[in-house]
């Protein structure tokens, strides 16, 4: 009985010991700085595994001598008492126990190696996921969750996820001289939520609060898109009158003296398509003068300034308002000069208004034009330039005939344009030329204006 007995104790100190050995390696060697989280599953298997090994341990130490025996029995009550220690004494006693050399402390080594094998394999099990460290990783079509001021943190979701997938590996990341900086996303500050879809055909009510809008604010981004909004809705017949009938004529040209050209280009092409409208040409007269003086001093063949030609042009399609624009003549032919190939299409649009009221002759023959003028005659120049020139020549020279003003040709100066037109013959030589062009849309209308000389 005594000596089974003391084999009994023997086997009872060596499953404590283990299990102290357990606790001491989980309180000072085995303690993650990143607060690694087990699963109770696994950690029942390390349990399970761990008292497996003992089992095999005490088995071990049973057929060991005496003197074997009651060297165990020692350590193992030694051992037991580090439980009660603090945690850096308990390291240094049993770093010193495990140097002692016994059978005990190699059985205990040997467990101690097992458990780190299983903790890199748990390591391991993660990293199959990713390879994150420190930072989020994304797949290249997915944007972060966050990037618009989500829910997710990319600093925090990527430590926890680096916590995870490197071990012990971690604590070096987490050191202030090899932290990695947190990812800083992009996120573009938020504009006004504007209500509607700029292609959207709005009712009544729509299009007073879009005006109301567009009354308040003085953001640029909201001006514009609430410009476009109802330019895009005064295409249409009823919203004309809708968009007068609300008062959104002031409400949009008042924006013709901001600073910024998108904003001015925007409320010339609303007020474009409202000026389709007569009673609209009514309520728009007021601003025409000053839309013809915006329109001479900005940036040459600049979106302005075309946007301002179609609304001049619009607005003198009848005869009511053109005498309103009657000091600008000069300039609209000096335009006519510099302007690129589009801006001098529609400047000649604009002029042909002019010369199909024959009220405004007298007016118009009489302004200085540039002499290099004539230029415009000529087989270069494209079918819709050439047509647009000879249509001008033509109005106006009819004009003079049925206003008798060929008899006082000599209250007009010699850079006038009736001078250029009907006195210098330059301008009958230029239309000659243009007989035999290969156009022959070009060729029949310079037949019909040789005709009416």
């Known amino acids: ?251 949009i040209a008042k924006l013709i003296k901001t600073k910024d050209p998108i904003i001015r280009e925007k409320t010339y092409n609303a007020l474009n398509n409202l000026s389709v409208n007569a009673e609209n040409q009514g309520k728009i007269k007021t601003y025409i003068s000053q839309v013809c003086d915006d329109t001479m001093v900005c940036r040459l063949d600049s979106a302005v300034q075309m946007a301002g030609l179609r609304l001049l042009t619009n607005m003198t399609v009848t005869n009511h308002y053109q005498h309103l624009l009657s000091y600008s003549f000069p300039d609209f032919f000096a335009l006519l000069f510099l302007g690129n190939h589009f801006t001098k299409i529609q400047i000649m649009k604009l002029i042909i208004n002019f010369t199909e009221n024959p009220a405004m002759t007298r007016e118009l023959v009489s302004c200085k034009v540039p002499s290099e003028l004539i230029s415009l005659f000529n087989k270069e120049w494209d079918r819709e330039i050439l047509l647009n020139i000879l249509t001008l020549f033509e109005n106006i020279n009819d004009n003079i005939k049925s206003e008798g003003l060929a008899s006082s040709r000599k209250e007009f100066s010699r850079s006038s344009l009736f001078f250029l037109f009907k006195e210098s013959g330059v301008c009958v030589k230029k239309i000659k030329a243009l007989a035999n062009h290969k156009d022959l849309v070009v060729k029949v209308k310079v037949l019909k204006v040789l005709t009416k000389l």
């Open 1 to 251: 009985m005594g000596r089974t007995r003391e084999a009994g104790c023997v086997a009872a100190g060596v499953v404590i010991g283990a299990g102290a050995c357990y606790c001491v390696y989980r309180l000072t060697w085995g303690r993650d700085e990143n607060e690694k989280i087990w699963d109770d599953d696994q950690e029942s298997s390390d349990t399970s595994e761990a008292a497996t090994e003992t089992g095999k341990g005490v088995k071990a130490n049973i057929g060991a001598g005496s003197g074997a025996k009651v060297q165990g029995y020692s350590n193992a009550k030694a051992e037991v008492s580090l439980g009660l220690e603090s945690g850096a004494g308990v390291k240094e006693e049993s770093r010193s126990a495990s140097q002692s050399g016994g059978g005990l402390e190699a059985k205990a080594k040997a467990l101690f190696s097992t458990l780190k094998e299983q903790a890199s394999a748990k390591a391991g099990r993660g990293g199959r996921v990713g390879t994150i460290s420190g930072n989020r990783t994304l797949g290249p079509s997915l944007p972060c969750p966050g990037g618009r001021g989500g829910g997710c943190h990319p600093s925090r979701s990527g430590a926890r996820a680096g916590g995870r997938s490197s071990g012990k590996s971690k604590g070096k990341t987490r050191s202030k001289s090899t932290r990695t900086p947190a990812t800083t996303w992009p996120v573009r500050r938020g504009k006004f939520n504007f209500p509607y879809k700029i292609d959207d055909i709005l009712s009544a009510p729509d299009l007073q609060k879009v005006l109301n809008i567009l009354d308040r604010t003085n953001d640029p981004f909201t001006q514009e898109v609430a410009l476009v909004t109802l330019g895009n809705n005064a295409a249409y017949s009823f919203n004309q009158n809708a968009i007068r009938e609300l008062g959104g004529v002031p409400i």
